[in-house]
């Protein structure tokens, strides 16, 4: 049995008072949940945020990484400081990251494999444009983007990442993938794990849906027997109804 992962990725935004109005609406939760929950919030709140949540059951953990460990790569952070920081998870890959910064598979690969040699679990990205979609090529996009980020890795190390499927035409436009698109998409990722690892390393790996996940749409896209979880932008960000889509996890 797999374990419901929430992922809240704050992207630009955020503040330090989020921080303590998060912790504080998310205790109750904490002991009624059985889901594993993880804040990503920006870089610069990190430090803060892993003393807020200290002692819960709370994880932080990073938007990005850079595949170099250091050097001259102004405004980038570094893996060391990730793990300085405590950090156990990054998420990587993320559509805004590939299509506004152009990032190329090839680069992504290089920061899962930098990310698992300093003990951080990746939480890798992938999904179709709509056009992908309409034109009946989103399997094969997504198929591709999982082979390059995870084939040839040690299945260990494949196991310690987590996939999120994200249709881009779904983050940030209210548009939601349907409960039957997202289970078939993450049935397919499953397939396909077993390949790239093997089936008993597919079976308890987690893979969470992306894209407009909200309050109203959680408890649904949650039930599939595929969906192992969500990652959740900008209703991650509104303190009123976080706990609930929390909850819709079970
Ligand atoms: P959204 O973002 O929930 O705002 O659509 C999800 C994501 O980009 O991870």
New binding site residues.
């Given amino acids: 049995m797999r374990a419901k992962l929430i ?1 809240a ?1 704050w ?1 630009m935004n955020g503040s330090f008072a989020l921080i303590e109005a998060m912790q504080k609406v998310l205790s109750p939760i904490l002991k009624k949940t059985t889901c594993e929950i993880l804040v990503c919030p920006p870089y610069v709140l990190i430090p803060s945020m892993k003393k807020t949540v200290e002692g819960t059951r709370i994880a932080v953990g990073g938007q990005n990484v850079h595949s170099e460990t250091a050097g001259a790569f102004t405004g980038e952070t570094s893996v060391l400081l990730l793990q300085e920081c405590g950090i156990k998870w990054c ?1 990587v890959g ?3 990251r590939r299509i506004l910064f152009g990032e190329t598979d090839t680069f992504i690969r290089r920061k899962i494999e930098v990310l698992l040699k300093h003990g951080i679990r990746p939480i890798l ?1 992938i999904g179709e444009t709509l056009d992908q979609r309409e034109s009946d090529n989103h399997e094969e996009v997504v198929v591709t983007q999982l082979g390059k980020g995870l084939s040839g890795l040690a299945v260990e190390d494949q196991m310690r990442c987590v996939v ?1 499927y ?1 249709p881009i035409w ?4 209210g548009k939601t993938a349907t409960e039957e698109q997202a289970n078939s998409m993450h049935q397919l990722i499953r397939k396909e794990l077993e390949s790239l690892a093997s089936p008993e390393a597919a079976e308890k790996m987690q893979i969470l849906y ?5 309050v109203e749409n959680a408890e649904i896209l949650l039930s599939q027997s595929e969906v192992d979880g969500a ?6 960000l509104k303190i009123e109804t976080f706990p609930q889509i929390v909850a819709a996890g079970g």
Wanted: hydrophobic share 35%; proline share 0%.
């Fill in positions: 992922v990725n992207k998420i993320h559509s805004e990205c999120a994200e779904a983050i940030g436009t992306g894209g407009s996940v909200n990652l959740v932008g900008g209703a991650s």
